[in-house]
């Protein structure tokens, strides 16, 4: 009988061929939503995505406290040493140091909006740490951490400097030739501004996709 089989062979099942076909479509598709892994019965790839994450997130709040603490040291060096003092010619007189107090936005923009631009600075804060639970992208980690590190910076100057709390002027101190005063904040916030439309150029989402219009 066990030759007889041999011989024949085993008929063909077309169900269990079908489930075997719609099992590979499941796995496909599976890779194509998780990036190309593929994902096991137990989310594997769930796991696997968790500590990634958890990477790029510990990305963006180093580049947001180097950042932060770089411009703060910056202009407590500025209040104390330049302040009321004589500019200091860096590039001739194309690039100086020059303490400057703004009330107004980056590059000194609408002074007479200081309240304004400090809730607009907490509410970049808060939309950072919301994008900051679906982040899987490490360029976009260090465009928000420059945009974090700079909106903190800014806005410690306005809760914590004269002359009163969400009032405060901002410490600005690099001035170019025909240019607006700014500072270390500022340059954070405008870098991470651009790094941010490159990426949104490119169809890159915090959340790591690449999407094509």
């Known amino acids: 009988m066990a030759e007889a089989e041999r011989i024949i062979g085993t008929p063909d099942t077309p169900d269990a061929d079908r489930d075997g076909q ?10 194509d939503r998780d990036g190309g892994e593929p994902a096991g019965a137990d989310g594997t790839t ?7 994450g ?3 997130i510990a990305v963006l709040f180093a580049v947001a406290a180097f950042a932060y603490l770089l411009d703060l040291v910056s202009k407590m060096i500025v209040v104390e040493k330049l302040e009321h003092h004589e500019p200091i010619e860096i590039v001739g007189d194309w690039l100086r140091f020059e ?11 609408g002074e007479a909006f200081t309240v304004i631009f400090t809730v607009i600075a907490a509410a970049v ?3 950072i740490f919301r994008l900051a639970r679906k982040l899987y992208s490490l360029p976009w ?6 945009l974090l590190g700079g909106a903190l910076g800014n806005l410690t100057d306005r809760i914590f400097r004269s002359p009163g709390v969400f009032e405060g002027a901002v410490v600005d101190f690099i001035a170019p030739k025909h240019f607006a005063v700014f ?3 500022d340059s954070a916030i405008v870098c991470g501004g651009i790094l941010i439309v490159l990426l ?12 094509k219009d």
């Open 22 to 31: 719609d099992r590979d479509q499941e796995d496909r598709d599976l890779r």
């Open 46 to 52: 769930a796991e696997a995505q968790r500590p990634r």
């Open 54 to 56: 958890r990477r790029r």
């Open 99 to 109: 303490a400057i107090r703004n009330a107004g936005a980056a590059f000194g923009f």
């Open 125 to 127: 804060i808060v939309v």
């Open 141 to 146: 980690a260090i465009a928000l951490g420059l």
């Open 183 to 185: 500072n270390l904040a």
């Open 200 to 211: 949104s150029f490119r169809g890159l989402d915090p959340d790591g996709t690449v999407h």
